[in-house]
């Protein structure tokens, strides 16, 4: 005699498209798959054999693993000076060469989020304005 299916792993539980029936939710949302838990436990166990090899390859001159490392290390692009934090003065600072247009975007980019901050804190302290006068 066969022992009874497990729902969990058995084919016979499921609809003719593929789903799960009645009674057999399949696996816990969020739950991980035991490979790929093993497979990043065991990569993450590799990493300081992974950081003792780079520095052996870096010590002996190997340009490929120094060019690696300082990519990961050295941060990206490089630091601006501006004389104003006005878009003009970065499109004068692009227009002229001293910054790149992915800078001048970068910096475009991050002036527009300040910008919306500060607009955010004046309607906070508007509206705690407005709050206040109603409380009275």
Do not use: C
């Not at 969990?8 to 490979?35: E, I, M, Y």
């Not at 950081?51 to 001159?61: D, E, M, P, Q, S």
């Not at 490089?78 to 247009?101: F, K, M, N, Y």
């Amino acid at each position: 005699m066969n022992p009874p299916a497990d729902p969990r792993t058995s084919t016979d539980s499921r609809d003719a498209l593929g789903r799960f029936g009645p009674g057999n939710p399949g696996r816990r949302v969020g739950s991980k798959n035991k490979l790929s838990r093993d497979t990043l436990h065991a990569v993450q166990n590799l990493a300081g054999e992974a950081v003792h090899a780079l520095r052996l390859r870096i010590a002996a001159g190997d340009m490929t693993a120094i060019a690696y490392a300082l990519d990961r290390i050295l941060p990206r692009g490089r630091p601006v000076e501006l004389d104003s934090a006005d878009p003009l003065a970065v499109a004068d600072s692009l227009a002229s060469g001293e910054i790149t247009s992915g800078e001048a975007k970068d910096i475009a980019t991050a002036l527009a989020k300040l910008r919306d901050v500060a607009e955010i804190d004046d309607l906070r302290a508007r509206l705690d304005e407005l709050e206040q006068a109603v409380r009275k």
